[in-house]
């Protein structure tokens, strides 16, 4: 008897993008691709009427289609260098679809490498070709003859003989010239050959690991046992460490458990903490079977580095939220460090949260997942005390270094004494002290709050939402509207707390600020990180190279300069604004600036002299300057999640937000109500469950000619949202005379 090949069709998602073909469509494999079209591969189809064929990805194969056989279709071809893509990450795309909306195929998209041939890129080299002892020697005449970047080069060559050409010229910003000078001198020597594969030989992986503190132990033996008592359950961590309490040696320590089981780690950290330091440091450890992916590789090597992982050639993936997808045939553990990072939520449709993405791979995979924190999400806290997660602690910094101290000065007073510069008195006085020991300062201005909110310079008083305890956001019409329930207000001229005629919208830019420090300490060296300074590429590293060679006194920064770097030498950092941050309209405010206070407060002090913070405020009672200059996570965690308890927030509820947008504005409104309307008429038994907020425009709410409305809908289940925004997108598409409005969810 004859046996029936298995799995005579496939199924098939085609790669168009109208929302209402988001389906898998059935076709026949013929004999000639028969074994070649598995789950995964991308093929060519004939699609629609005509002779017009399309691309598609293959989600299953079956011998029972759902159509009417005879009238099924032949795959074309299965298209040139298509590699099966993981079935656990075609679930993780069904996942993804059905939590965050949008289409199987954007899913898709998001968790499959764009598949592109690598050109080989040449990377330089710079490698050290003299013993240790011959080249402290040449570093002490350098030091002499104060040839700084001479300096530069050899002591990091000291601390690594091998180093990337791009980091010597960019970060150490030493030239070519000179270092053909060094070559001459016989020193070092440019290499030639394909960093990212090998970018270490010699010593890599090799080095020594510290012995762990205690504390560290306890966290590693702690997490071990309860990965053995819960035998092949996925289990989540929280790792809730002060910064410098060595966390990072705490994850390289159970990644290098998992590597012994022969399995795979892949390690999450925001692309801007993605620093040499921290790279460095895990390619000693592990060597070559790590691979990074980071912002700068080109397509093609990012393709590059997920077949090294699923050819089995490396173990360890480090990288920023796409490093998630990487195809580990055994992985073990997830790990996702700086968790609470907004940089882990896409802003791209599928708008998924890596974290929950991690634990939904980590189930689907048998693999655990380690999320690290100073400054602990409150989600992740929340789940952590619910029992959902086992959480850890190390309170200590690893030498015992004291935390900074913290001091708040209330920008009311100085107000009142007359001196309206954003620098206070003590903050003035704090870096005129540094300047003269020659110690550095950051200065850290939190441009987050750029929407436009009103507060009164002489008591401090914030206009908010009567309903949602959030502050009204100014508008060009002379309004005051609030961005989550519409409410709209006209724009006060008088304080409505104490009557001062002082009220208005807080602005303030890095630049001004620049001007204003260097008009004040004319002597000083002052640099400045922004969006702007740091636009061209490695703009970002230079400065931070520049100031960790201590070039300047002074760095003034966006968040951008809270993150990565141990500078030893500064011992002040200075909050210029902490309101900005405060009074951002979106419920997490409060939370965000304390995780911005802490994490500015720990850059200050990491060497041996003790660090100062001064953080200055118009709103010095509010508790998340308090707890944060108590740094005392704990009580801040208390504090909010009983704001968010009682105005119904996450995480104590759900929120989902439904935004339409459109080139139409009275498209996107007449839509929007039209689902608001919907919505209070349904008698669906879920929408008991459910609270609807708005409609009301977005925070910026036209950007690029693009109008955005926005529904919030809050739940104590989350179950009940999704079925809300599976009506809501089964509505959008049967009725084609809203196609001009887009519709995205936003789940958190
Ligand atoms: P975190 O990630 O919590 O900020 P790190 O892991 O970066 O902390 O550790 C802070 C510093 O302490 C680093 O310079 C690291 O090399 C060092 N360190 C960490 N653990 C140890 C240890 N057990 N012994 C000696 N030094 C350590
Ligand atoms: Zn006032
Ligand atoms: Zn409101």
Not at 484 to 500: I, N, T, W
Not at 533 to 548: M, V
Request: net charge positive; hydrophobic share 40%.
């Amino acid at each position: 008897m004859e046996k029936t090949p298995a799995g005579r069709f496939a199924k098939i998602i085609v790669d168009i993008s109208r929302e209402s073909l988001d389906k898998a469509f059935d076709y026949h494999v013929p004999d000639t691709l028969s074994g070649k079209v598995v789950p995964g591969v991308q093929v060519t189809v004939p699609f629609g009427k005509g002779r017009r064929t399309v691309d598609g990805f293959v989600i299953a194969l079956t011998d029972t289609p759902s159509f009417d056989p005879s009238r099924i279709r032949d795959i074309l071809a299965v298209k040139e260098n298509s590699v099966a893509m993981e079935g656990r990450l075609i679930s993780l795309a069904a996942w993804m679809k059905n939590r965050y909306g949008g289409s199987f195929n954007q899913a898709l998209k998001t968790v499959l490498p764009v598949k592109k041939k690598v050109k080989p890129v040449e990377k330089k080299t710079v490698v050290l070709c003299v013993s240790k002892e011959a080249a402290v020697q040449m570093l002490e005449i350098f030091d002499r003859k104060k040839n700084k970047a001479r300096v530069r080069l050899m002591s990091a060559l000291l601390q690594e003989p091998q180093i990337p050409y791009e980091f010597v010229t960019g970060k150490l910003s030493v030239t070519p010239a000179s270092m053909k000078k060094m070559e001459e001198m016989g020193l070092i020597r440019i290499e030639s050959k394909e960093v990212y594969r090998t970018p270490l030989q010699g010593n890599a992986g090799r080095k020594k690991s510290f012995t762990l503190t205690e504390e560290q132990q306890a966290v590693v033996d702690g997490i071990r046992r309860d990965e053995a008592q819960a035998a092949a359950t996925s289990q989540v961590f929280l790792i809730h460490g002060v910064t410098g309490s060595g966390k990072t040696e705490v994850y390289m320590e159970l990644i290098a458990g998992q590597v012994r089981q022969g399995k795979q780690c892949i390690m999450l950290i925001p692309e801007i903490a993605l620093t040499y330091q921290t790279v460095m440091r895990f390619y000693s450890r592990f060597g070559s079977r790590i691979s990074i992916l980071h912002s700068k590789l080109s397509a093609g090597e990012r393709y590059d580095q997920y077949l090294r992982a699923k050819r089995g050639e490396i173990d360890i993936m480090i990288g920023p939220r796409s490093a998630l997808f990487t195809p580990f045939p055994n992985l073990g553990l997830i790990i996702i460090d700086e968790e609470h990072e907004p940089s882990y939520q896409s802003e791209t449709v599928p708008r998924y949260d890596a974290r929950e993405a991690a634990i939904q791979m980590g189930k689907m995979a048998g693999a655990d997942v380690v999320l690290g924190s100073a400054t602990p999400s409150l989600e992740s806290y929340y789940a952590a005390l619910q029992g959902r997660y086992h959480l850890y602690k190390l309170p200590h910094r690893v030498h015992g270094q004291k935390m900074a101290s913290v001091q708040v000065v209330d920008l009311r007073e100085e107000m009142e004494e007359g001196n309206r510069s954003p620098f206070s008195r003590v903050l003035q006085q704090g870096i005129a002290r540094r300047l003269e020991r020659g110690e550095q300062v950051m200065l850290f201005l939190n441009r987050r709050g750029m929407a436009g909110f009103l507060s009164c310079r002489s008591c401090g008083h914030v206009i908010k939402c009567p309903h949602c305890d959030i502050s009204l956001s100014v508008h060009r019409d002379g309004k005051m509207v609030c961005h989550y329930c519409g409410y709209e207000a006209p724009l006060v001229h008088k304080c409505p707390s104490c009557g001062s005629p002082d009220i208005g919208q807080f602005r303030a830019g890095t630049q001004k600020m620049e001007e204003l420090v260097k008009k004040k300490f004319p002597k000083a060296r002052v640099l400045r990180m922004d969006a702007d300074t740091t636009r061209e590429k490695g703009g970002h590293e230079k400065i931070l190279a520049a100031f960790a060679s201590q070039e300047a006194d002074i760095l003034i920064g966006t968040q951008m300069i809270v993150k990565g770097h141990d500078f030893p030498n500064v011992t002040l950092v200075g909050v210029l604004a902490a309101d900005l941050s405060l009074n951002v309209p979106d419920y997490t405010a409060a939370e965000r600036t304390f995780q911005l206070l802490t994490q500015a407060a720990g850059r200050a002090g990491r060497g041996y002299k003790k660090g100062e913070v001064i953080i200055q405020t118009y709103q010095p009672d509010h508790f998340a300057i308090e707890d944060a200059a108590a740094q005392d996570y704990r009580k801040f965690y208390d504090e909010e999640i009983q704001y968010r308890s009682i105005l119904h927030y996450p995480p104590v509820y759900h929120l989902m937000e439904f935004q339409a947008s459109s080139s139409s504005q009275e498209m996107a409104e007449a839509y929007i109500k039209r689902i608001r309307r919907l919505l209070d008429k349904s008698r669906a038994p879920v929408m008991e469950k459910v609270e609807a907020i708005g409609p009301s425009p977005a925070p910026v709410a036209k950007v690029k000619d693009i109008y955005r409305q926005r529904i919030y809908l809050k739940s104590k289940e989350e179950d009940a949202l999704i079925a809300v925004k599976d009506a809501i997108e089964l509505y959008y598409s049967r009725h084609p005379q809203f196609a001009a409005v887009s519709i995205q969810f936003y789940l958190r």
